[in-house]
């Protein structure tokens, strides 16, 4: 089965620590991986995608095939992370299957 | 700003009622997908359409069927409400479908309450 999981509902770290967001997939095929933010009061976005290996406000995410994992990372966490964080795979009809979402606590 | 929107905002239906939900995709966009969000928990996909036709359908009854219109507009609809229908539904546009590079648009969702 097709499965997307994040095990933290909420992560709560101090602003300039490491963050590292957990994400595991189950998929049989080849996985393309995303993963999205939603900021307080705004709508899901994009963050990066596994694909395009890019860095996006700091975040980068590797996939690690042997592990089944994309988690995300980011050195230096600051308080304008705070945010729900999605982690997705794209199954080979082309739709998002998200896990179930970790809540990003940055504190001063 | 990503130019997808959705109406109403907010829903208040009785079980057994039926719904429509709308939304308005970025010009352009041939692909909309709606998902189905309960608390505590990621979308869950029920449907896409691509060019007026369903491309593909996640594990929700027919009661849920949807239309996309020449417009860029869609709608989802849902029969027979269920309690468990209470979720915050979300659309979301991209240019095509079928390439992994296309970015998907959300809307901001409607909130349906089923009681």
């Known amino acids: 089965a097709q499965r997307v999981t994040q095990p933290e509902k909420l992560l709560s770290v101090f602003k300039g620590a490491p963050v590292e967001l957990k994400c595991n997939y189950s998929?049989?095929?080849?996985?393309?991986l995303f993963w999205y933010v939603q900021y307080s009061r705004q709508r899901l976005q994009l963050l990066l995608r596994h694909i395009s290996r890019e860095s996006i406000k700091g975040f980068t995410a590797d996939l690690n095939k042997g592990e089944t994992s994309f988690h995300l990372k980011k050195p230096f966490a600051q308080e304008e992370d705070s945010a729900m964080y999605y982690c997705a795979l794209m199954d080979s009809s082309y739709k998002l299957i998200f896990g179930s979402g970790t809540r990003l606590l940055v504190r001063p | 700003e990503t130019g997808v929107t959705q109406s109403p905002t907010h829903l208040i239906k009785t079980r057994g009622q039926q719904v429509t939900l709308r939304c308005s995709s970025q010009s352009g966009h041939n692909t909309v997908s709606w998902y189905q969000q309960a608390l505590g928990q990621g979308p869950q996909f029920i449907f896409q359409?691509?060019?007026?036709?369903?491309?593909g359908r996640g594990n929700f009854p027919p009661r849920f069927s949807g239309l996309q219109f020449p417009n860029y507009s869609s709608e989802l609809n849902v029969n027979a409400l269920e309690l468990d229908d209470s979720a915050l539904y979300l659309c979301a546009s991209s240019l095509e479908t079928g390439a992994i590079t296309d970015t998907q648009y959300f809307g901001p969702g409607t909130r349906l309450t089923v009681l």
């Open positions: 359409y691509y060019r007026e036709e369903e491309n």
């Open positions: 998929y049989s095929g080849s996985p393309e």
